[in-house]
Nanobody, 116 residues
Framework: QVQVVESGGGLVQPGGSLRLSCTAP????????MGWYRQAPGKQRELVAA???????NYADSVKGRFTISRDNAKTTVVLQMNSLQPEDAAVYYC??????????WGQGTQVTVSS
């Protein structure tokens, strides 16, 4: 069983920044597409940002220009840098690593709270 581990969530004031990290030991990291999703109370899980195995990134419109996703295959880590956080960004953030439908793994989630 592949373990996906997120870290970096917490409480931040509006306008602040947080950096989420995700690692998945034991997989051929460079072959996997990576994504960060979030789910706020009462809402569906949504894609925030993704980065392909080839390094192509895409973002939800709501976070473009504020969030940056990056990956370091040597360190088997994918990072979501979140700047200018707003209360509507508060959610549980999940890391997804996917090779195909049979190799698709999720982390347990990390809470991001944006409040003054």
């Amino acid at each position: 069983q592949v373990q996906v581990v997120e870290s970096g969530g917490g409480l931040v004031q509006p306008g602040g920044s947080l950096r989420l990290s995700c690692t998945a030991p034991g997989i051929l990291f460079r072959l996997f597409d990576m994504g960060w999703y979030r789910q706020a109370p009462g809402k569906q899980r949504e894609l925030v940002a993704a980065i392909s195995r080839g390094g192509m990134a895409n973002y939800a419109d709501s976070v473009k220009g504020r969030f940056t996703i990056s990956r370091d295959n040597a360190k088997t880590t994918v990072v979501l840098q979140m700047n200018s956080l707003q209360p509507e960004d508060a959610a549980v953030y999940y890391c997804n690593v996917r090779y195909n439908s049979n190799s698709d793994y999720w982390g347990q989630g990390t809470q991001v709270t944006v409040s003054s």
